[in-house]
Nanobody, 122 residues
Framework: DVQLVESGGGSAQAGGSLRLSCAFP??????MAWFRQAPGKEREGVAAIDRSGVFRHYAASVKGRFTVSRDDGKNTLYLQMNSLNPEDAAMYYC??????????????????WGQGTQVTVS
């Protein structure tokens, strides 16, 4: 199994920033993505990046505020979140290994998931 470990969550004020990280195993190269889930809501795709790091996709709600990136030398996926608002508060998950036939921000597109890191915005 593939272990993904998120970190960097915490509390931020509205208008502030946080950077999330997701460590993934060495010698792997997967398409990856960030998802989030707020209480009582379905898990939704936030941002995705392909294994080359060239192609990125964003949910409309975060486009222009969030940036997904990866550093394969450090085996880490990042999500830079700026201009946070209370609607961004959620548990954030990273996912890896895309399955063909689904949109990049569809939960069904990914096989491996981390345990999540909590983001609160006040």
């Amino acid at each position: 199994d593939v272990q993904l470990v998120e970190s960097g969550g915490g509390s931020a004020q509205a208008g502030g920033s946080l950077r999330l990280s997701c460590a993934f195993p060495k010698y792997t190269s997967y398409d990856m993505a960030w998802f989030r889930q707020a209480p009582g809501k379905e898990r939704e795709g936030v941002a995705a990046i392909d294994r080359s790091g060239v192609f990125r996709h964003y949910a409309a709600s975060v486009k222009g505020r969030f940036t997904v990136s990866r550093d394969d030398g450090k085996n880490t996926l990042y999500l830079q979140m700026n201009s946070l608002n209370p609607e961004d508060a959620a548990m954030y998950y990273c996912a890896a290994y895309s399955v063909a036939g689904y949109d990049e921000l569809d939960t069904r597109a990914y096989k491996y998931w981390g345990q999540g890191t909590q983001v609160t915005v006040s």
